[in-house]
């Protein structure tokens, strides 16, 4: 991989997009061996830096590095210094004095992977960044959906729910419309950020708003739920979690307007009866845990493609 | 102080002198203008200002001088010398400091400490209300007496409208402008920046321009209900130009200024989490700093004023959400209004001078006999790069390092002492 960190979707041109998918498919089969593990990435060392409370991407990673031989430390921000008051900045400093390789960066604030990556020898990804980006995520989605549709380009992808608060419809909007699938974004109006119009900087005529989950669902292949993010909410946005499940929460009914053979996906964690109901969570369209196996796969591929060498 | 200001073009178009014509020398006598024309004699060091412009002093209305409370910031001294090596003479001190200049004795301690440490003459700006708390009137007689100019709750515009009128009644008893931050902290709670494209894309909590224009808007009736002297800090947004416009053309009593980095950048500088594009008002789209150059142009703005907002380094090397807001401006907002704005220079001059100096009643100077001898000389066509390490500031928080300027001022006179100078 030629540019040293992966911040965002948005820096990514469509090439670069398709390498790490291909890539990743052709790693996807180490996780199915007996022996799960590779030497590739002997030597290396990843440090996996999270600020935020994660179980899923933080694991992801670890066994991403582990399958392909890579050292992974695990720093989380109740263990580390960051809670004695350190800068970002000094942290960051201090991980690229032990040499890491590779750090992965989860962090509340948005930018904050940027501020480190300028800082550091190390290579920079990011494992989600406040609202703004969670690249690795988008690039699982679009595994999932590409081995399951066979395509991206052409495809009606609806993503609902709070779009305001997620880095995941941010990455996946501009990963999607790069790939030529028909985006649309569909939230309650007052979930919906202000310029959305204007996310994405290249095929803007991808990217479609709606307030009508009527509208979004309609004849869609991808059906893709948000968490609500009730823990960066502040003020209030809609009256209840029970108005926000009669207006926008997935239910069977709903998921009847969207193509006969839509996949569902979430992000996770999910909240059951809130964005999603549990008999569509667990039913048969539902491909949430796909897409966590094809985090690894992904991970692994970024990891290879950073630390390890040619695709 | 004595001095012989010799062969500048003299440019003071409140007395007239505006013609390229006009190459005088000016006198100077215990800090005073003793007398104007040509080929002035006098056994006093003289100042070759021959090819520089030769203009009243600049007055910056709205800095922050951090003193006392935050001097790991700024200092009234170092302040003082940032505004002088920025061609400024004076400069008013908004009154957050630590704490708020809210009575006569912070008042008292920062002009005694600026008439020993500050090349600058600073004009301290008391707050409204206690504490900057919006809650009850602060000792405005008071501070008048001590040497107040304005009033301001800055940072902390008053929300409560009951007590932002009694504000714009009482301060008629001083015929004292009353300054408002304008921003509706409800709408602006937890942003970082402007709410626009750019927030969206970069995830961060945005400050809508309703902030802004739903408080001028306020502001705009109760000065008219009041008949109080009402003066706009740093207007941003193209509805609150818009709203100040049709208010002057309806003859109210009111001013606004607007600072260098407000007609200078979007909210595109963000784009990459830089710090020192944080500031409050945020950076605006395109079209609003269209907006507040027209109003520029137009007049509907009567001042310029950099906001000069130092922080120290350690603050702004925090994640984008939790650095402070604002960035400093003493010596970049000559360089960029010459640079960014196509003013004629006698407008320049009124933006940078002589407005400041109307709004904030000081007693007045310029070129004329009798004036304190506060001037600002200027070389229009100086190239120059800002380096913010060589800045008299304390702090570092610019987002103008290694631009290139056109326009500068090359020397600084204050009661007749040549405080600063910079010749090539």
Same mark, same amino acid.
């Given at each position: 991989?030629?540019?040293?960190?992966?911040?965002?979707?948005?820096?990514?041109?469509?090439?670069?997009?398709?390498?790490?998918?291909?890539?990743?498919?052709?790693?996807?089969?180490?996780?199915?061996?007996?022996?799960?593990?590779?030497?590739?990435?002997?030597?290396?060392?990843?440090?996996?830096?999270?600020?935020?409370?994660?179980?899923?991407?933080r694991t992801s990673f670890e066994i991403a590095g582990k399958r392909l031989s890579a050292d992974v430390v695990n720093v989380t921000a109740s263990t580390s210094s960051v809670s004695k008051g350190e800068t970002l900045i000094d942290t960051a400093r201090t991980l690229d004095a032990m040499a890491a390789d590779c750090v992965v960066i989860r962090h509340g604030s948005s930018g904050a992977p940027h501020t480190i990556a300028r800082l550091t020898k190390a290579r920079v990804v990011n494992a989600g960044d406040g609202a703004h980006e969670h690249p690795t995520q988008a690039l699982l989605d679009a595994l999932t959906i590409r081995q399951r549709k066979g395509r991206l380009d052409g495809l009606k992808v609806a993503i609902i729910g709070d779009i305001t608060h997620s880095r995941v419809a941010r990455s996946n909007a501009h990963l999607l419309t790069k790939l030529g699938s028909h985006v649309w974004l569909c939230s309650p109006p007052t979930l919906m950020p202000v310029g959305a119009c204007d996310l994405v900087t290249t095929n803007r005529e991808f990217l479609h708003r709606t307030h009508s989950m009527e509208e979004a669902l309609s004849g869609a292949d991808v059906i893709m739920m948000l968490r609500v993010q009730f823990e960066r909410m502040d003020e209030s946005f809609f009256p209840s979690t029970r108005e926000y499940f009669r207006c926008y929460g997935l239910t069977r009914s709903k998921v009847e307007?969207?193509?006969?053979?839509?996949? *569902?996906?979430?992000?996770?964690?999910?909240?059951?009866?809130?964005?999603?109901?549990?008999?569509?969570?667990?039913?048969?369209?539902?491909?949430?845990?796909?897409?966590?196996?094809?985090?690894?796969?992904?991970?692994?591929?970024?990891?290879?493609?950073?630390?390890?060498?040619?695709? | 102080?004595?001095?012989?200001?010799?062969?500048?073009?003299?440019?003071?178009?409140?007395?007239?002198?505006?013609?390229?014509?006009?190459?005088?020398?000016?006198?100077?006598?215990?800090? #005073?203008?003793?007398?104007?024309?040509?080929?002035?004699?006098?056994?006093?060091?003289?100042?070759?200002?021959?090819?520089?412009?030769?203009?009243?002093?600049?007055?910056?209305?709205?800095?922050?001088?951090?003193?006392?409370?935050?001097?790991?910031?700024?200092?009234?001294?170092?302040?003082?010398?940032?505004?002088?090596?920025?061609?400024?003479?004076?400069?008013?001190?908004?009154?957050?400091?630590?704490?708020?200049?809210?009575?006569?004795?912070?008042?008292?301690?920062?002009?005694?400490?600026?008439?020993?440490?500050?090349?600058?003459?600073?004009?301290?700006?008391?707050?409204?209300?206690?504490?900057?708390?919006?809650?009850?009137?602060?000792?405005?007689?008071?501070?008048?007496?001590?040497? *107040?100019?304005?009033?301001?709750?800055?940072?902390?515009?008053?929300?409560?409208?009951?007590?932002?009128?009694?504000?714009?009644?009482?301060?008629?008893?001083?015929?004292?402008?009353?300054?408002?931050?304008?921003?509706?902290?409800?709408?602006?709670?937890?942003?970082?920046?402007?709410?626009?494209?750019?927030?969206?894309?970069?995830?961060? #909590?945005? *400050?809508?321009?309703?902030?802004?224009?739903?408080?001028?808007?306020?502001?705009?009736?109760?000065?008219?209900?009041?008949?109080?002297?009402?003066?706009?800090?740093?207007?941003?947004?193209?509805?609150?130009?818009?709203?100040?416009?049709?208010?002057?053309?309806?003859?109210?009593?009111?001013?606004?200024?607007?600072?260098?980095?407000?007609?200078?950048?979007?909210?595109?500088?963000?784009?990459?989490?830089?710090?020192?594009? #944080?500031?409050?008002?945020?950076?605006?789209?395109?079209?609003?700093?269209?907006?507040?150059?027209?109003?520029?142009?137009?007049?509907?703005?009567?001042?310029?004023?950099?906001?000069?907002?130092?922080?120290?380094?350690?603050?702004?090397?925090?994640?984008?959400?939790?650095?402070?807001?604002?960035?400093?401006?003493?010596?970049?907002?000559?360089?960029?209004?010459?640079?960014?704005?196509?003013?004629?220079?006698?407008?320049?001059?009124?933006?940078?001078?002589?407005?400041?100096?109307?709004?904030?009643?000081?007693?007045?100077?310029?070129?004329?006999?009798?004036?304190?001898?506060?001037?600002?000389?200027?070389?229009?066509?100086?190239?120059?790069?800002?380096?913010?390490?060589?800045?008299?500031?304390?702090?570092?928080?610019?987002?103008?390092?290694?631009?290139?300027?056109?326009?500068?001022?090359?020397?600084?006179?204050?009661?007749?002492?040549?405080?600063?100078?910079?010749?090539?």
């Amino acid at each position: 991989m030629k540019r040293k960190d992966l911040l965002g979707i948005q820096d990514l041109d469509r090439q670069e997009i398709i390498d790490i998918l291909d890539t990743a498919e052709n790693l996807q089969e180490i996780s199915t061996r007996p022996i799960k593990k590779v030497p590739t990435l002997r030597g290396k060392t990843v440090i996996n830096l999270f600020f935020e409370a994660s179980t899923r991407t933080r694991t992801s990673f670890e066994i991403a590095g582990k399958r392909l031989s890579a050292d992974v430390v695990n720093v989380t921000a109740s263990t580390s210094s960051v809670s004695k008051g350190e800068t970002l900045i000094d942290t960051a400093r201090t991980l690229d004095a032990m040499a890491a390789d590779c750090v992965v960066i989860r962090h509340g604030s948005s930018g904050a992977p940027h501020t480190i990556a300028r800082l550091t020898k190390a290579r920079v990804v990011n494992a989600g960044d406040g609202a703004h980006e969670h690249p690795t995520q988008a690039l699982l989605d679009a595994l999932t959906i590409r081995q399951r549709k066979g395509r991206l380009d052409g495809l009606k992808v609806a993503i609902i729910g709070d779009i305001t608060h997620s880095r995941v419809a941010r990455s996946n909007a501009h990963l999607l419309t790069k790939l030529g699938s028909h985006v649309w974004l569909c939230s309650p109006p007052t979930l919906m950020p202000v310029g959305a119009c204007d996310l994405v900087t290249t095929n803007r005529e991808f990217l479609h708003r709606t307030h009508s989950m009527e509208e979004a669902l309609s004849g869609a292949d991808v059906i893709m739920m948000l968490r609500v993010q009730f823990e960066r909410m502040d003020e209030s946005f809609f009256p209840s979690t029970r108005e926000y499940f009669r207006c926008y929460g997935l239910t069977r009914s709903k998921v009847e307007r969207a193509q006969e053979d839509a996949i *569902i996906m979430h992000p996770g964690p999910m909240n059951r009866g809130v964005e999603i109901a549990t008999d569509v969570a667990d039913g048969p369209y539902s491909v949430i845990l796909d897409q966590v196996s094809a985090g690894v796969a992904v991970r692994m591929a970024i990891l290879f493609l950073m630390l390890g060498g040619q695709s | 102080m004595d001095l012989l200001v010799k062969n500048g073009r003299v440019l003071d178009p409140q007395r007239k002198l505006d013609s390229p014509a006009d190459i005088l020398d000016i006198l100077i006598r215990d800090g #005073k203008i003793r007398s104007i024309g040509k080929e002035l004699t006098a056994d006093v060091p003289q100042f070759d200002a021959g090819g520089f412009i030769v203009a009243p002093g600049f007055f910056d209305i709205h800095v922050h001088l951090r003193e006392p409370g935050t001097e790991e910031a700024e200092t009234i001294a170092t302040g003082g010398a940032a505004a002088v090596a920025g061609g400024y003479v004076a400069v008013a001190a908004m009154p957050n400091t630590r704490p708020s200049n809210d009575g006569p004795s912070i008042t008292a301690y920062i002009i005694a400490e600026a008439r020993r440490s500050s090349p600058a003459l600073v004009f301290p700006i008391g707050a409204i209300s206690k504490e900057q708390k919006g809650e009850t009137l602060a000792e405005i007689g008071e501070m008048v007496e001590a040497g *107040i100019v304005a009033i301001s709750d800055d940072g902390k515009p008053v929300m409560d409208a009951r007590l932002f009128r009694r504000a714009l009644e009482y301060a008629q008893l001083f015929d004292l402008p009353v300054i408002q931050h304008c921003e509706d902290l409800n709408l602006s709670k937890g942003g970082v920046m402007h709410e626009g494209a750019f927030s969206a894309r970069l995830g961060l #909590k945005g *400050i809508p321009s309703s902030a802004e224009d739903t408080m001028v808007s306020r502001d705009l009736i109760l000065a008219e209900a009041t008949g109080g002297k009402y003066h706009v800090a740093h207007l941003s947004t193209r509805r609150a130009v818009e709203m100040v416009r049709k208010a002057k053309a309806e003859g109210a009593k009111v001013t606004a200024e607007v600072t260098p980095h407000h007609f200078t950048l979007t909210d595109a500088a963000v784009a990459e989490y830089d710090t020192n594009a #944080k500031m409050n008002p945020p950076l605006r789209s395109q079209d609003d700093v269209d907006a507040v150059r027209e109003g520029i142009a137009d007049g509907t703005i009567d001042a310029i004023a950099s906001d000069h907002a130092p922080h120290h380094i350690n603050l702004k090397m925090l994640e984008f959400d939790r650095a402070p807001f604002g960035i400093t401006g003493l010596e970049t907002a000559v360089g960029l209004a010459f640079t960014q704005l196509q003013l004629s220079l006698p407008r320049l001059i009124e933006m940078l001078s002589l407005n400041p100096q109307r709004i904030m009643r000081v007693t007045p100077w310029g070129i004329f006999e009798g004036s304190d001898a506060h001037l600002t000389i200027l070389d229009p066509s100086r190239r120059w790069k800002f380096d913010v390490n060589k800045s008299k500031s304390k702090s570092r928080n610019s987002p103008f390092h290694g631009w290139d300027l056109s326009g500068k001022a090359v020397a600084t006179i204050v009661g007749g002492k040549l405080v600063y100078e910079d010749r090539k």
